[in-house]
């Protein structure tokens, strides 16, 4: 079955540092995938997707791109915020350009401080 | 637009109760689905509601689990009688075309907690 691997959290950075967040999946066919965010006591936000091999996703200075040979959808930012904590997951859909019936990671805390 | 809303937002509850949740869709979306995060592990599909009609009931965990979604509006996760392991956030979601263009739109989730 499909399946989501994210690299474990919690990840601490200091403001305006560097974010990889890896995400690794297996799927039959060829899934959408997404970057789903959770702030502090709000729901799930899509924070971004790709629909294709090689689609990059971007939103706000977020971006992830779909690498189809090596099964990944890593999500990285240049230089985050104290308001950029947060728990990220990463999902697939089980539909091609669809987000019908998402597997999800287990999700990553990111901890910016000052 | 009103969002996806989701109630109550916290439930404590005994061993052996019944709990039912509710999420009121964004109006129009005629896609409803269930979610749920056991702590610490991935979010979890349940099912999925076309309309009032279900769609993929699945990820239902057992058959102490009982949603319902009649007229098509809103829906209610029923847990009865509830055991320890189904403590956890239940998440709702709705969209117009399967999340086709802008994937599904969430609610804050109900946290369950059965002691």
């Known amino acids: 079955g499909n399946s989501v691997t994210q690299m474990e959290g919690p990840v601490t950075l200091s403001e305006e540092a560097f974010l990889t967040i890896n995400c690794t999946y297996t799927?039959?066919?060829?899934?959408?995938l997404f970057w789903y965010v959770q702030y502090p006591g709000e729901g799930l936000q899509l924070l971004l997707k790709?629909?294709?091999?090689?689609d990059k996703g971007s939103n706000k200075g977020f971006e992830a791109t779909y690498r189809k040979e090596t099964t990944s959808f890593h999500l990285e930012k240049g230089s985050v915020q104290v308001s950029d904590s947060a728990v990220y997951f990463c999902?697939?859909?089980?539909?091609?350009?669809?987000?019908?019936?998402?597997?999800f990671g287990t999700g990553t805390r990111l901890q910016v401080t000052l | 637009e009103a969002g996806v809303t989701q109630f109550p937002s916290h439930s404590v509850i005994e061993k052996g109760q019944t709990v039912t949740l509710r999420c009121d869709p964004i109006?129009?979306?005629?896609?409803l689905y269930w979610y749920r995060r056991v702590m610490g592990k991935e979010i979890k599909f349940l099912l999925h509601?076309?309309?009032?009609?279900?769609?993929?009931e699945s990820g239902m965990p057992n058959n102490r689990f009982l949603a319902e979604r009649t007229g098509g509006t809103y829906s209610t996760l029923k847990v009865q009688p509830a055991e320890l392991e189904d403590s956890g956030v239940y998440f709702c979601?709705?969209?117009?075309?399967?999340?086709?263009?802008?994937?599904?739109?969430f609610g804050s989730g109900t946290r369950l907690t059965v002691v």
């Open positions: 979601a709705s969209s117009q075309d399967r999340g086709r263009m802008s994937g599904y739109t």
């Open positions: 799927a039959t066919g060829y899934p959408s």
């Open positions: 790709a629909t294709k091999a090689d």
């Open positions: 999902a697939l859909s089980d539909r091609p350009g669809t987000a019908s019936k998402l597997t």
């Open positions: 109006s129009g979306h005629d896609n």
């Open positions: 509601f076309v309309k009032e009609s279900k769609q993929d």
